[in-house]
């Protein structure tokens, strides 16, 4: 099955830089990349996603690469603000015959913007 | 409507008891998924449901069993659970069976078992 590695855990930013979180994953079948933002408590959210047949998007602040060679993609964040502190998962859809999305999470990174 | 509603917020159960977690859409989302997550890790995939029949059963114990009703509900039944079945469920549905689309999650039930 899909493995999800996500790099760093924690990450500490100050206000106005920017922030990267890397991850890797394992099934070269995998087709679909979200990125969730999940705050205290509260429910995860979708940022920003791309698909494999696009090497970049972005969304304002927020930015996705994908290096479907290396199974490499990468969650960019510009212009850090205190609202950005939560943590972040990466997350790869793998391929269900049964129809479905199976989303394998990345194990999260604890982002803190820090005044 | 782009929400995904979760009911109840908490639960707090004992290890003999039966209870329900329930969960609705109107969005026409075809595919339907419950997931566990424990403090400060990932969600975990548990059921998926596409177009009301179970598509995926990731190995998850028999006192989990899931239910969808119609295109709009999931519900998951809970029976003689483990203290370490405490965790945040939530419930996501997409667009449809295939396809790369978003997830929407609701924002989960906390379950406390004594």
């Known amino acids: 099955g899909e493995n999800v590695e996500q790099h760093p855990s924690t990450l500490s930013v100050q206000e106005g830089d920017s922030a990267v979180i890397k991850c890797t994953y394992s099934d070269s079948a995998s087709n679909y990349f979200p990125w969730y933002k999940q705050e205290l408590g509260k429910r995860p959210q979708l940022i920003i996603d791309i698909r494999s047949n696009v090497g970049e998007k972005k969304d304002q602040r927020i930015a996705v690469t994908l290096n479907k060679t290396a199974k490499h993609f990468s969650l960019h964040i510009t212009e850090t603000q205190p609202e950005d502190s939560a943590v972040y998962f990466c997350a790869a859809k793998g391929v269900l015959t049964g129809g479905g999305n199976k989303l394998t999470f990345g194990t999260g990174t604890q982002l803190k913007v820090e005044l | 409507d782009t929400e995904v509603t979760q009911t109840p917020k908490h639960l707090v159960m004992g290890m003999t008891n039966k209870k329900s977690l329930k969960c609705e859409q109107h969005m026409g989302h075809r595919a339907m998924y419950w997931y566990k997550q424990k403090a400060k890790k990932p969600p975990e995939l548990m059921f998926v449901y596409s177009y009301e029949k179970l598509s995926i059963n990731e190995s998850v114990p028999s006192r989990f069993s899931p239910e969808c009703p119609n295109s709009s509900l999931l519900n998951l039944h809970l029976h003689a659970l483990q203290p370490e079945d405490s965790a945040l469920y939530l419930c996501?549905?997409?667009?449809?069976?295939?396809?790369?689309?978003?997830?929407?999650f609701g924002q989960g039930t906390r379950l406390t078992v004594v």
């Open positions: 996501a549905s997409s667009a449809n069976g295939q396809g790369n689309t978003e997830a929407f």
